[in-house]
């Protein structure tokens, strides 16, 4: 147990640093977008280049991803049932919705949490590859489609992996692997100290996110509750049905489960800001689900090990 909270302790305490630092507003209004941004374009593909150029491209095609595929496909499809049936929302809105209950925060939580708990970000890096290569120009298609503006969406999915620097730096180290490319020392060394700034950067970017949000809207709990049960507690689960059923175990296992159980990407509240007028479920999913988070994640950890 003492492990699991030496993991876990750096991620509370720096994203308490940026909520201490909102609350007090010691960095200014626009140090979350600034952090933010310089964590997403810069320091994480920095990450997941060192990352992929140092392993086999091969070991991101296993059981365990495979088992994440599976919860991420079942649990998306429940929920835009849940929000077509239960909650009787237009084709757009069960989208987003089913997104905003099986869209993992790979980013600005997956990589602490990998790098901290887990000690190995390489599944990470399936997780980052899988959600923005396949699930979100699915998700776009949809939206474009239910939206009636069709016209944009291959522009859109043929700009996506220039557009998104995690992605890029992903690719970008495979090429590298792939083609056996060994850079020397001296382009190395500046990448990963750019990389080494990526979790820390992540997390008080999280905390300033989390300090400077408005609560959320007093109407909509019971489809908020749902979103945040779905990603939180049933992703979780149904991956690690999955991985019971795949014969997955030890670090891999863990590492699918615990990616599953990450609160809901922001990525889904910028993508409803573009199609919806009134984004607040969205919204509400990343904050709650975040917060949240932070006990459900490390009890996850501490079961499974």
Known sequence: MGGVLA?????????AVGFVAARTDVLGDRAESVLGRFAFSLAMPAVLFTTLLDGSPADLANRGVLAF?????VVGALGFAVQWRVFRRSPPDRVLGAMAGSYANAGNLGIPVAVGVL???SFVVAVLLFQPV???PLVLAALEVGSGRRGS???T??????RNPLILGSLLGVACALLDVRLPDLVLEPVAALGAAAVPTALVALGLSLGAARPPRPGG???LGAVVALKLLLHPLVVFLACLALDVTGPLRLAAVVCA??????NVYVLARRYRPDPGLQRDAVLVSTAVSMVTLSVVVLLLR
Do not use: H, N, Y
Request: proline residues 8%; charged residues 10%; without cysteine.
């Open 7 to 15: 993991g876990f302790v750096p991620i509370w305490v720096l994203t």
């Open 69 to 73: 595929v599976i919860g991420t496909v």
């Open 134 to 136: 396949v699930v979100m």
């Open 261 to 266: 159980a990450l609160p809901t990407a922001q």
């Open 221 to 223: 709990r019971a489809e």
């Open 119 to 121: 000690g190995d970000s």
């Open 157 to 162: 999915l043929a700009l996506l992996p220039v």
């Open 153 to 155: 969406v291959a522009r």
